[in-house]
């Protein structure tokens, strides 16, 4: 079949970039002697006579050809069930997970997707047990179909929201190849692609093998201020109450021009300090070292790249970390980071097969897959604080003569550090993943299919963590004083009073600073630009980087039998039964530094886990009525699925769900089950990791960084249950309706997914916000307090932070419903036939509605009594209203042209777990502190165009075809702050261009 013939039988069968499950599984040309065994998604029957309830949505090869993307998991991110995440062409805003393709159906998050490969379970990538979908290469990639809906009754735990599933080219003939390349209108953010497989039969017939590979990479990226729209400095500027209370401003402000107000490169003087007590004392007014606005002490004094004092510029409105009309920080900005992560990826997997008997098929399957990025995610870092003592020979002269004029101990310099020191949040990673498959396959009793099947796989994970402080380098570098000869050098430990100071997760004595800091101490220089060798001795140490390698191992095996049980009136009663085993472990190392803390932030720890999985699972289908009046055909369908795990124990997972034919032309379908998702490896691991960002008290209006917060997992915890229910509709007329209408398809499925004892941890501002605004007593234990400061400490005009460390851990706390619509509508029209025009139109329009995705908290009050809090997300940028995939094609001989549109509602914004309030909802006041002056965004609308030509289409399958993409036609620019929203494009208009070339 030629490229273009495919297309249009894809198009036409399964729509848009995807479309529900075919009307009916019908079963393709037999390549082997063993009984046909038809790969359905969603069921273990593999009846041919069999339509499965399930709604079930399938992207075909030429459709992943005509998007061009360089990974498959990018193509899954844009099915509107799906939510943008994790991928090769969008930053993670993190660091671990940089550059995976990690699916996320529905918005519950990729631990909630099952990724299944022809229908078995890979070895996992990251210790959360998720798989990387672009370890498998497109060059053997048939087809991938989605179950909408929870799918563990078949496959098992994980498949709460639904379940991804790769099937391959099992029996390629002859050689395929496929090279591009991309590159953004600005000349920025370049691609590569090249993949090529090949297939072939072997043993006069009784073989085949197969072989394919591809790699990919993405460099040259940039961050936001390439950008017209990241030059102008977009940020969420919120506002002390204080502040926003005299200027008659809401609490949080959307704003350009806006920009870091608490440390600057150069270094800021922050705050003045008893050097005896560590706390925060007032500047003399004479000096001019701090100005007070608003109750925030801020401002001052700064310095530039050489450490020359100045003033520093205050904008006319100023936040507890962010001020609006200043350019003293330009180019400063937190959101300074990668539009996409750089990377570079192998995938490569090779497939062979064999006929031992006609009734039996031996096979194997080796899969590799590689991966290195980047990940600068921010790289402008939040302020570094750096308490700098009075006699410090750096201190610029008429500094110190103030200090010492006005009996200044201490002051505290703010470092917004671009030069490289502090930063926390590079990381260098490589993945490698090398897994196989290999089983039996064959029939029994004629007409009983049986597979008995294993796979062995092992991936690593390497991370270095770059620019962290060694906490006891920063003490030591910081603390400096004059040597004989008058030099600045490092200070003896002996008498270095800033340890556990400076570094905020680092030595309390001496004794520790002396047993911790590396030899050949560079002094550091706070003000202006450190020197090099400052910050590369205290990024480094000889005992190692802040980072890890992690081994995940899995073991699997499983045999499974299916065929009909007996016949009834209706037809065979199918039925299959299995059993299955799995054995999974994670076994991370950090290395030395990390394991004992020297590190200021991550120090990812070393800790072994394993899990045996047992598992035995049934699932039946009973056709009940055929050919009466107004029943074409009614199916009923039931699974079920004992699943017992070695650290949680046993649950109960099932299935039912029926079909009605009314018509040839009209079916209606419905599902109700119990899904699982299990713990994975790092919410169970009691082991800590440590993580930094920025955070505000909300009560003071104060933002800092906070670079140790703690959190940890939980091995009391149990696997989240998951109440599954669909119901649908689908119309496909037939042939009698005529050549136009027969053409068109449409189906509606409600959908509702109840999740009860979620697994989650509460957000590190969501913890300081529950404790300090609501008093509630559980979060509050998670918060440690400065010296003297507690739950009840603060007032508005209290001007300080006062939080040094959080504790976080996760619990089944939560319960979540979302429930829904999705729709898919297409229609082909054969313009010849029709209107007698040349070619043939394909339209197709893919949905997704979301009624309600609402959490429920479980909270005990400060007088003892539980109550629950609930938020409904819907129209939030993690679940939109309404989400799109609109395709309009053009077949004309060997030209085709694609036209897509993607669309997301507008939407509210959402600040933690909390809806802000803008001018347009009747309950806004500036005196609310979820008040914002822009609470709802503009939908957004994407434009993309595909044309291939076909310079060359043979008889005998040769092929050339050359293709031309333009992604984002209009170059629209995001309307909002692209860390808040990722339903917006950032790169802007983009080209590729490539060439695919066949050969029999």
Same mark, same amino acid.
Request: charged share 15%.
């Given at each position: 079949?030629?490229?273009?013939?495919?297309?249009?039988?894809?198009?036409?069968?399964?729509?848009?970039?995807?479309?529900?499950?075919?009307?009916?599984?019908?079963?393709?040309?037999?390549?082997?002697?063993?009984?046909?065994?038809?790969?359905?998604?969603?069921?273990?029957?593999?009846?041919?006579?069999?339509?499965?309830?399930?709604?079930?949505?399938?992207?075909?090869?030429?459709?992943?050809?005509?998007?061009?993307?360089?990974?498959?998991?990018?193509?899954?991110?844009?099915?509107?069930?799906?939510?943008?995440?994790?991928?090769?062409?969008?930053?993670?805003?993190?660091?671990?997970?940089?550059?995976?393709?990690?699916?996320?159906?529905?918005?519950?998050?990729?631990?909630?997707?099952?990724?299944?490969?022809?229908?078995?379970?890979?070895?996992?990538?990251?210790?959360?047990?998720?798989?990387?979908?672009?370890?498998?290469?497109?060059?053997?990639?048939?087809?991938?179909?989605?179950?909408?809906?929870?799918?563990?009754?078949?496959?098992?735990?994980?498949?709460?929201?639904?379940?991804?599933?790769?099937?391959?080219?099992?029996?390629?003939?002859?050689?395929?190849?496929?090279?591009?390349?991309?590159?953004?209108?600005?000349?920025?953010?370049?691609?590569?692609?090249?993949?090529?497989?090949?297939?072939?039969?072997?043993?006069?017939?009784?073989?085949?093998?197969?072989?394919?590979?591809?790699?990919?990479?993405?460099?040259?990226?940039?961050?936001?201020?390439?950008?017209?729209?990241?030059?102008?400095?977009?940020?969420?500027?919120?506002?002390?109450?204080?502040?926003?209370?005299?200027?008659?401003?809401?609490?949080?402000?959307?704003?350009?021009?806006?920009?870091?107000?608490?440390?600057?490169?150069?270094?800021?003087?922050?705050?003045?300090?008893?050097?005896?007590?560590?706390?925060?004392?007032?500047?003399?007014?004479?000096?001019?070292?701090?100005?007070?606005?608003?109750?925030?002490?801020?401002?001052?004094?700064?310095?530039?790249?050489?450490?020359?004092?100045?003033?520093?510029?205050?904008?006319?409105?100023?936040?507890?970390?962010?001020?609006?009309?200043?350019?003293?920080?330009?180019?400063?900005?937190?959101?300074?980071?990668?539009?996409?992560?750089?990377?570079?990826?192998?995938?490569?997997?090779?497939?062979?097969?064999?006929?031992?008997?006609?009734?039996?098929?031996?096979?194997?399957?080796?899969?590799?897959?590689?991966?290195?990025?980047?990940?600068?995610?921010?790289?402008?870092?939040?302020?570094?604080?750096?308490?700098?003592?009075?006699?410090?020979?750096?201190?610029?002269?008429?500094?110190?003569?103030?200090?010492?004029?006005?009996?200044?101990?201490?002051?505290?310099?703010?470092?917004?550090?671009?030069?490289?020191?502090?930063?926390?949040?590079?990381?260098?990673?490589?993945?490698?993943?090398?897994?196989?498959?290999?089983?039996?396959?064959?029939?029994?009793?004629?007409?009983?299919?049986?597979?008995?099947?294993?796979?062995?796989?092992?991936?690593?994970?390497?991370?270095?963590?770059?620019?962290?402080?060694?906490?006891?380098?920063?003490?030591?570098?910081?603390?400096?004083?004059?040597?004989?000869?008058?030099?600045?050098?490092?200070?003896?430990?002996?008498?270095?009073?800033?340890?556990?100071?400076?570094?905020?997760?680092?030595?309390?004595?001496?004794?520790?600073?002396?047993?911790?800091?590396?030899?050949?101490?560079?002094?550091?220089?706070?003000?202006?630009?450190?020197?090099?060798?400052?910050?590369?001795?205290?990024?480094?140490?000889?005992?190692?980087?802040?980072?890890?390698?992690?081994?995940?191992?899995?073991?699997?095996?499983?045999?499974?039998?299916?065929?009909?049980?007996?016949?009834?009136?209706?037809?065979?009663?199918?039925?299959?039964?299995?059993?299955?085993?799995?054995?999974?472990?994670?076994?991370?190392?950090?290395?030395?530094?990390?394991?004992?803390?020297?590190?200021?932030?991550?120090?990812?720890?070393?800790?072994?886990?394993?899990?045996?999985?047992?598992?035995?699972?049934?699932?039946?289908?009973?056709?009940?009525?055929?050919?009466?009046? /107004?029943?074409?055909? +009614?199916?009923?369908?039931?699974?079920?699925?004992? $699943?017992?795990? *070695?650290? #949680?124990? %046993? !649950?109960?997972?099932?299935?039912?769900?029926?079909?009605?034919?009314?018509?040839?032309?009209?079916?209606?379908?419905?599902?109700?089950?119990?899904?699982?998702?299990?713990?994975?490896?790092?919410?169970?691991?009691?082991?800590?990791?440590?993580?930094?960002?920025?955070?505000?008290?909300?009560?003071?209006?104060?933002?800092?960084?906070?670079?140790?917060?703690?959190?940890?997992?939980?091995?009391?915890?149990?696997?989240?249950?998951?109440?599954?229910?669909?119901?649908?509709?689908?119309?496909?007329?037939?042939?009698?309706?005529?050549?136009?209408?027969?053409?068109?398809?449409?189906?509606?499925?409600?959908?509702?997914?109840?999740?009860?004892?979620?697994?989650?941890?509460?957000?590190?501002?969501?913890?300081?916000?529950?404790?300090?605004?609501?008093?509630?007593?559980? /979060?509050?234990?998670? +918060?440690?307090?400065?010296?003297?400061?507690?739950? $009840?400490?603060? *007032?508005? #005009?209290? %001007? !300080?932070?006062?939080?040094?460390?959080?504790?976080?851990?996760?619990?089944?706390?939560?319960?979540?419903?979302?429930?829904?619509?999705?729709?898919?509508?297409?229609?082909?029209?054969?313009?010849?036939?029709?209107?007698?025009?040349?070619?043939?139109?394909?339209?197709?329009?893919?949905?997704?509605?979301?009624?309600?995705?609402?959490?429920?908290?479980?909270?005990?009050?400060?007088?003892?009594?539980?109550?629950?809090?609930?938020?409904?997300?819907?129209?939030?940028?993690?679940?939109?209203?309404?989400?799109?995939?609109?395709?309009?094609?053009?077949?004309?001989?060997?030209?085709?042209?694609?036209?897509?549109?993607?669309?997301?509602?507008?939407?509210?914004?959402?600040?933690?777990?909390?809806?802000?309030?803008?001018?347009?909802?009747?309950?806004?006041?500036?005196?609310?502190?979820?008040? +914002?002056?822009?609470?709802?965004?503009?939908?957004?609308?994407?434009?993309?165009?595909?044309?291939?030509?076909?310079?060359?289409?043979?008889?005998?399958?040769?092929?050339?075809?050359?293709?031309?993409?333009?992604?984002?036609?209009?170059?629209?620019?995001?309307?909002?702050?692209?860390?808040?929203?990722?339903?917006?494009?950032?790169?802007?208009?983009?080209?590729?261009?490539?060439?695919?070339?066949?050969?029999?």
């Amino acid at each position: 079949m030629s490229r273009h013939a495919s297309l249009y039988v894809s198009a036409s069968a399964l729509a848009l970039l995807s479309s529900h499950a075919a009307w009916s599984q019908m079963p393709g040309p037999a390549t082997m002697t063993v009984p046909e065994q038809v790969l359905i998604t969603g069921s273990l029957l593999g009846a041919a006579n069999f339509a499965a309830p399930t709604p079930v949505t399938q992207v075909s090869e030429v459709q992943v050809e005509t998007r061009a993307l360089t990974g498959i998991g990018t193509l899954i991110e844009e099915l509107p069930f799906a939510q943008p995440g994790s991928g090769l062409t969008r930053n993670t805003n993190g660091i671990v997970a940089a550059a995976q393709s990690l699916p996320n159906l529905r918005g519950l998050g990729s631990n909630d997707t099952l990724v299944l490969i022809d229908g078995m379970r890979p070895t996992p990538i990251n210790a959360t047990n998720n798989f990387d979908t672009d370890m498998i290469p497109q060059s053997l990639l048939d087809r991938f179909e989605v179950v909408t809906t929870g799918a563990s009754a078949t496959y098992g735990s994980d498949a709460v929201a639904g379940v991804v599933n790769f099937i391959l080219k099992d029996h390629l003939e002859g050689f395929t190849s496929d090279a591009r390349a991309g590159i953004s209108q600005r000349g920025d953010e370049d691609e590569s692609f090249f993949s090529a497989a090949y297939g072939t039969t072997l043993l006069d017939g009784r073989g085949h093998f197969v072989i394919g590979g591809e790699f990919a990479n993405q460099f040259n990226t940039v961050n936001m201020y390439a950008r017209p729209w990241g030059r102008k400095e977009p940020f969420l500027v919120s506002l002390p109450a204080g502040e926003a209370k005299a200027l008659g401003l809401p609490f949080n402000v959307f704003s350009n021009n806006a920009e870091v107000d608490n440390g600057t490169q150069g270094g800021l003087i922050t705050a003045c300090l008893n050097p005896a007590t560590r706390a925060a004392v007032a500047c003399p007014a004479a000096t001019g070292f701090t100005q007070n606005v608003n109750g925030t002490t801020i401002g001052g004094i700064t310095f530039d790249k050489s450490g020359n004092p100045m003033p520093f510029q205050l904008g006319s409105i100023v936040g507890g970390s962010y001020q609006i009309g200043s350019t003293a920080n330009y180019g400063a900005s937190s959101l300074n980071r990668q539009l996409s992560p750089p990377y570079q990826r192998w995938a490569g997997l090779a497939r062979f097969e064999y006929d031992i008997t006609p009734d039996i098929v031996a096979y194997a399957m080796v899969n590799y897959g590689e991966l290195e990025s980047n990940d600068p995610s921010q790289g402008s870092p939040f302020p570094t604080n750096i308490e700098v003592l009075s006699g410090n020979p750096f201190i610029p002269a008429p500094i110190q003569a103030a200090m010492t004029a006005n009996k200044v101990g201490a002051i505290q310099i703010s470092k917004e550090n671009l030069d490289g020191l502090g930063t926390g949040n590079t990381a260098e990673n490589k993945n490698i993943l090398i897994q196989s498959f290999f089983g039996l396959k064959g029939s029994l009793f004629g007409n009983w299919n049986w597979d008995a099947e294993g796979s062995a796989g092992r991936a690593t994970v390497w991370q270095a963590f770059l620019n962290v402080p060694v906490s006891a380098n920063l003490d030591s570098a910081a603390y400096v004083v004059k040597d004989a000869n008058g030099n600045p050098v490092c200070g003896p430990a002996a008498t270095n009073p800033l340890p556990f100071v400076n570094s905020g997760n680092g030595p309390a004595n001496a004794a520790q600073l002396t047993a911790q800091a590396s030899p050949g101490c560079v002094p550091y220089n706070p003000f202006g630009v450190p020197s090099a060798a400052s910050v590369n001795y205290i990024n480094v140490i000889p005992t190692g980087p802040d980072g890890s390698e992690t081994n995940l191992r899995q073991y699997m095996g499983q045999v499974d039998l299916n065929g009909p049980l007996f016949n009834l009136p209706a037809g065979p009663v199918d039925f299959a039964v299995g059993g299955n085993y799995r054995y999974n472990s994670i076994d991370q190392r950090g290395t030395i530094a990390a394991v004992e803390a020297l590190y200021q932030t991550r120090n990812p720890g070393s800790f072994f886990l394993n899990q045996s999985v047992y598992e035995a699972f049934s699932e039946i289908g009973v056709p009940v009525l055929r050919d009466l009046p /107004f029943i074409k055909a +009614i199916d009923l369908n039931a699974a079920g699925r004992y $699943t017992n795990y *070695s650290i #949680t124990g %046993g !649950v109960y997972t099932w299935k039912y769900g029926a079909t009605w034919d009314v018509f040839d032309w009209l079916r209606l379908r419905g599902t109700r089950s119990q899904d699982i998702r299990a713990p994975n490896f790092t919410e169970l691991s009691v082991v800590p990791t440590s993580s930094a960002t920025n955070l505000q008290n909300p009560i003071t209006g104060i933002s800092q960084r906070v670079s140790n917060i703690q959190t940890t997992g939980n091995p009391s915890l149990q696997p989240e249950i998951s109440q599954n229910l669909t119901g649908g509709i689908v119309f496909q007329p037939t042939a009698d309706f005529g050549p136009i209408i027969s053409g068109f398809r449409a189906s509606v499925d409600y959908y509702r997914i109840r999740i009860s004892g979620q697994i989650t941890t509460v957000a590190a501002q969501d913890v300081i916000n529950r404790c300090l605004l609501e008093q509630l007593p559980e /979060f509050c234990n998670q +918060i440690a307090f400065a010296p003297g400061f507690g739950p $009840t400490s603060f *007032s508005p #005009t209290s %001007g !300080v932070f006062g939080i040094t460390n959080l504790h976080l851990l996760d619990v089944n706390l939560n319960s979540e419903v979302q429930d829904g619509y999705d729709i898919n509508i297409s229609q082909r029209v054969p313009l010849d036939s029709t209107v007698g025009a040349p070619g043939a139109l394909q339209f197709s329009a893919l949905g997704s509605y979301i009624d309600q995705q609402t959490t429920y908290q479980s909270v005990v009050n400060k007088n003892g009594s539980t109550t629950v809090t609930r938020t409904n997300f819907a129209d939030s940028f993690q679940a939109p209203r309404w989400s799109w995939n609109v395709n309009l094609t053009y077949l004309l001989d060997r030209f085709t042209a694609n036209l897509q549109m993607r669309y997301y509602s507008p939407i509210r914004f959402l600040q933690g777990t909390a809806f802000n309030i803008g001018p347009d909802d009747p309950n806004y006041s500036i005196s609310n502190p979820l008040s +914002i002056n822009r609470a709802i965004w503009p939908s957004a609308i994407t434009w993309n165009l595909a044309f291939t030509y076909d310079v060359i289409q043979e008889p005998n399958g040769q092929d050339l075809q050359v293709y031309f993409n333009i992604d984002n036609v209009f170059d629209k620019s995001p309307p909002i702050i692209w860390w808040y929203v990722s339903n917006y494009d950032v790169v802007g208009r983009f080209f590729k261009i490539g060439i695919r070339y066949s050969l029999p």
